[in-house]
């Protein structure tokens, strides 16, 4: 298996629910190895073929959407992804990337002390701490319009729901849309020329925002990366292994 697919694996949500251990280091020269993942869709490339084994699937409870207790098992917070790795266990899809491109793919990350190293952890650092956060509101008061209550509640709920919506959570998705539109009409890749692990971090708020944020045809740079990043072998090798994921 390659790297690619191996970070891919990261995203895949809890609705797939794959779980990968870490098999083993370094192995006749080569190098392998996976994780216990979860939760989300992500894709790399190049470590060693048979890196990594199938382990335990976790699925999101319908109800709640949270995952099951089972992965507090893994990691106290019970969230995907998380990987195991001999006796480290490692949250938050920012550290275990970072974490798995330090070990395994050194290809991932731009050399340090470039214009591009710096790029390359501003975006890993601002998928999950600036882009997801107002698409997470999104997801929450989506679901509370459409939550089950009784009728002479929900025309307040709905109402609440709508203007927190109107007046925050949109025109922030949209400025945040607009700000990473007009970054990679600087460079091919969120850190310059070269595909990285930063590129992986930032397809998951991309893919969040066109399941519900409003990415569409008129961000076409934004498109076109995500376009990129679904046809690359990895990913599809990813979606192969772990099944289709749904992000609402
Ligand atoms: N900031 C964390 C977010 C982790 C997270 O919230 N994962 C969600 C899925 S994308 C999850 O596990 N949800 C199920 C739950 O909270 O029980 C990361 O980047 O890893």
């Given at each position: 298996?390659?790297?690619?697919?191996?970070?891919?694996r990261?995203?895949?949500?809890?609705?797939?629910?794959?779980?990968?251990?870490?098999?083993?280091?370094?192995?006749?020269?080569?190098?392998?190895?996976?994780?216990?993942?979860s939760?989300?869709?992500?894709h790399?490339?190049?470590?060693?073929?048979?890196?990594?084994?199938?382990?335990?699937?976790?699925?999101?409870?319908?109800?709640?959407?949270?995952?099951?207790?089972a992965?507090?098992?893994?990691?106290?917070?019970g969230?995907?992804?998380?990987?195991?790795?001999?006796?480290?266990?490692?949250?938050?899809?920012?550290?275990?990337?970072?974490?798995?491109?330090?070990?395994?793919?050194?290809?991932?990350?731009?050399?340090?002390?470039?214009?591009?190293a710096l790029?390359?952890?501003?975006?890993?650092?601002?998928?999950?701490g600036?882009?997801?956060?107002?698409?997470?509101?999104?997801?929450?008061?989506?679901?509370?319009?459409?939550?089950?209550?009784?009728?002479?509640?929900r025309?307040?709920?709905?109402?609440?729901?709508?203007?927190a919506k109107?007046?925050?959570?949109?025109p922030?998705?949209?400025?945040?849309?607009?700000?990473?539109?007009?970054?990679?009409?600087?460079?091919?890749?969120?850190?310059?020329?070269?595909?990285?692990?930063?590129?992986?971090?930032?397809?998951?708020?991309?893919?969040?925002a066109?399941?519900?944020?409003?990415?569409?045809?008129?961000?076409?740079?934004?498109?076109?990366?995500?376009?990129?990043?679904?046809?690359?072998?990895?990913?599809?090798?990813?979606?192969?292994?772990?099944?289709p994921?749904?992000?609402r």
């Open positions: 298996m390659d790297l690619e697919h191996f970070l891919g990261l995203g895949h949500a809890v609705d797939s629910g794959t779980a990968f251990k870490i098999v083993g280091g370094r192995h006749r020269g080569g190098i392998y190895g996976a994780f216990e993942v939760i989300g869709n992500i790399c490339t190049g470590i060693h073929r048979q890196a990594y084994e199938e382990d335990q699937r976790y699925q999101r409870d319908r109800r709640t959407m949270l995952a099951p207790p992965l507090r098992a893994v990691h106290p917070l969230k995907s992804p998380v990987i195991s790795d001999g006796d480290l266990t490692l949250a938050e899809s920012g550290a275990i990337l970072e974490y798995l491109v330090e070990r395994y793919g050194p290809g991932f990350a731009p050399r340090p002390g470039t214009p591009e790029r390359y952890r501003y975006w890993m650092h601002y998928a999950e600036s882009a997801m956060p107002p698409l997470l509101l999104k997801l929450v008061f989506d679901r509370i319009e459409r939550a089950p209550m009784p009728f002479f509640v025309p307040v709920a709905r109402a609440i729901a709508a203007r109107a007046s925050f959570i949109e922030q998705i949209r400025l945040h849309l607009d700000y990473m539109e007009s970054e990679l009409g600087k460079s091919t890749w969120f850190a310059g020329e070269q595909f990285s692990a930063a590129d992986i971090q930032m397809s998951f708020p991309l893919e969040a066109a399941a519900r944020g409003g990415l569409d045809t008129r961000f076409p740079r934004l498109t076109a990366f995500l376009q990129r990043i679904r046809a690359r072998p990895a990913y599809q090798r990813a979606l192969d292994k772990g099944g994921f749904e992000l």
